[in-house]
C-alpha cells in the first residue's frame, strides 16, 4: 500500500520539473526577443515630424527623403556669400551627412539682389525638366558673376550654361523665354521672408522632432556639424 500511495506522487514530481522546464523556457525566449526589439531601431519607433515649411516648390531634394534632418537653404544666385557656402561648406555636408543618408537639403528661391536674380532662379527649373537641376545649381554658383553686372540675364544665361554637360541649350533657352517658372520662384521668395529670411544665405536646419534651428550667413562646416550632431544625438 506505501508503494501504491507513493507511485502518483513520482508522477506528479515528474509533471511539475516538466511544467518548470517549459515555463523557463518561454521566460528565456520572452528575455531573448526583449533583449532585440531593445537594441533594434526602425522607422515606426522613431518617426520623422513632417516640416512646418513648404518646399514643395523649392528644389527637388538633394539626398534622401528618408533622411532624419532636413537643411533648407534660401539663397540668391547672385550672391557672393551664397556662393562661398555652395563651394566651401556644401561639399563637406554632402560628403559627412547627405551622402550617408543622414540629412537631406532643399533650396528655396530668395532673389533679393536684383532683377536678374529671378531669371537665374527661372533657370533651374527649365534646367529640372531635363533632370539637371543640381548640376545647374552648382555650375551657376562656380561661375557667378559680380552682382547685377548682367551676368545673370536672360542672354547671357544661356551662354553660360552651354557649359553644362548634357544641357540642351535650346530646349533651355524656349523654357527661359517663356518665363513659365518666374512665378513659381516669387512665391518660394515669399514662403522665404514669412519663415524669417532677411539676408542670403539664410538657413532653417529641422530635427527629427521637428525642432528648428536658424542659422544666418555662409557659416562654416563646423556650424552646421555641431547643429546636426547635436539633433541626431
Not at 516538466?18 to 533583449?35: C, E, P, R, W, Y
Not at 532624419?68 to 556644401?90: A, R, S
Not at 539637371?132 to 547685377?148: I, K, P, R, S, T
Amino acid at each position: 500500500m506505501g508503494k501504491n500511495k507513493q507511485e502518483p506522487m513520482k508522477i506528479k514530481t515528474k509533471s511539475n520539473k516538466t511544467k518548470f522546464i517549459i515555463i523557463g523556457a518561454i521566460i528565456v525566449i520572452a528575455i531573448g526577443l526583449s533583449v532585440i526589439s531593445t537594441n533594434t531601431s526602425t522607422q515606426e519607433d522613431n518617426p520623422i515630424k513632417p516640416i512646418s515649411i513648404d518646399t514643395t516648390k523649392g528644389s527637388p531634394i538633394l539626398g534622401s527623403e528618408l533622411a532624419q534632418v532636413t537643411i533648407i537653404e534660401f539663397g540668391d544666385y547672385q550672391c557672393p556669400f551664397c556662393q562661398k557656402w555652395n563651394q566651401n561648406t556644401k561639399p563637406l555636408i554632402e560628403k559627412n551627412y547627405i551622402d550617408t543618408g543622414k540629412a537631406k537639403l532643399i533650396y528655396v528661391d530668395f532673389p533679393i539682389i536684383g532683377p536678374d536674380s529671378i531669371k537665374a532662379h527661372a533657370g533651374s527649373y527649365c534646367a529640372n525638366e531635363q533632370g539637371l537641376y543640381w548640376q545647374y545649381h552648382d555650375f551657376v554658383y562656380a561661375n557667378q558673376g559680380h552682382e547685377n553686372n548682367g551676368w545673370a540675364n536672360a542672354n547671357n544665361l544661356k551662354k553660360l550654361v552651354a557649359g553644362i554637360n548634357g544641357l540642351d541649350i535650346d530646349s533651355f533657352s524656349k523654357c527661359i523665354d517663356s518665363g513659365k517658372y518666374e512665378d513659381r520662384v516669387k512665391e518660394n521668395k515669399n514662403i522665404a521672408s514669412k519663415n524669417g529670411a532677411r539676408s542670403t544665405p539664410s538657413f532653417i536646419v529641422i530635427g527629427p522632432d521637428g525642432q528648428e534651428t536658424p542659422i544666418t550667413g555662409a557659416q562654416p562646416y563646423s556650424v552646421f556639424q555641431k547643429t546636426i550632431d547635436e539633433m541626431l544625438a
